[in-house]
């Protein structure tokens, strides 16, 4: 089943409004993005290396990448959804799934 960009897409904005109403958010921030593993035996090295190819810090526990950026980035709907597009995009050839994010303190 191909990937659903557009809703992808849409979760994210909604996201973001959601997240920033009532709350002052920073101008630029480090963000954080989390891939579930969806295989019993995921491709942790190759995922990873990806998703270090393009740009991103990661690390992992037993079933999700962290995958930070490398520094901080506008505190946008448009920037975040950049990233996480990209990080997706690398990862989901290795059954990772997208699975939120936050603006790292």
Same mark, same amino acid.
């Given at each position: 089943?191909?990937?659903?960009?557009?809703t992808?897409?849409?979760?994210?904005?909604? #996201?973001?409004?959601?997240?920033?109403?009532?709350?002052?958010? *920073?101008k630029?921030a480090?963000?954080?993005?989390?891939?579930?593993?969806?295989?019993?035996? *995921?491709?942790?090295?190759?995922?990873?290396?990806?998703?270090?190819?393009?740009?991103?810090v #990661?690390?992992?526990?037993?079933?999700?990448?962290?995958?930070?950026? *490398?520094?901080a980035?506008?505190?946008?709907?448009?920037?975040?959804?950049?990233?996480?597009?990209?990080?997706?995009?690398?990862?989901i050839?290795?059954?990772?799934w997208?699975?939120g994010?936050?603006?790292?303190?």
């Amino acid at each position: 089943m191909a990937h659903d960009w557009q809703t992808q897409k849409a979760e994210t904005f909604a #996201t973001f409004k959601e997240g920033a109403r009532g709350v002052k958010l *920073p101008k630029e921030a480090v963000v954080v993005f989390y891939f579930l593993a969806e295989e019993v035996k *995921p491709q942790w090295a190759a995922a990873e290396t990806a998703l270090r190819e393009r740009g991103f810090v #990661t690390r992992h526990d037993a079933d999700q990448i962290e995958a930070r950026t *490398p520094t901080a980035i506008p505190i946008t709907a448009e920037a975040i959804w950049e990233w996480e597009k990209a990080g997706t995009e690398e990862v989901i050839g290795f059954d990772f799934w997208p699975d939120g994010w936050e603006i790292e303190d």
